[in-house]
Nanobody
Framework: QVQLVESGGGLVQPGGSLRLSCAAS????????MYWYRQAPGKQRELVAS???????NYVDSVKGRFTISRDNAKNTVYLQMNSLKLEDTAVYYC?????????WGQGTQVTVSS
């Protein structure tokens, strides 16, 4: 059974930093692309960042230069380092692992940016 468990969310002031973690089990993590999504209140879920099995990364324009996605295959964990956080980064952040025709999702972790 595939399981993704996110952690690291919280309340932070604008300009602050957080690091999210997503621990995966039940998949061959090293060959899986991994994704971070977020969903703000009243908005659709959006793809924030992705990392391929070989390490290639992509970001939505709004987070480029501020967020960094990385992975540790030895720990079956993907990270999202978020710096220079803005009010509009407030959302529930979800980890995602594509599984052929389906995908696994974590339970989400709340990130709130507020002064």
């Amino acid at each position: 059974q595939v399981q993704l468990v996110e952690s690291g969310g919280g309340l932070v002031q604008p300009g602050g930093s957080l690091r999210l973690s997503c621990a995966a089990s039940g998949i061959i993590f090293s060959i899986n692309a991994m994704y971070w999504y977020r969903q703000a209140p009243g908005k659709q879920r959006e793809l924030v960042a992705s990392i391929a099995s070989g390490g290639r990364t992509n970001y939505v324009d709004s987070v480029k230069g501020r967020f960094t996605i990385s992975r540790d295959n030895a720990k079956n964990t993907v990270y999202l380092q978020m710096n220079s956080l803005k009010l509009e980064d407030t959302a529930v952040y979800y980890c995602n692992a594509p599984l052929g025709r389906t995908a696994a999702w974590g339970q989400g972790t709340q990130v709130t940016v507020s002064s």
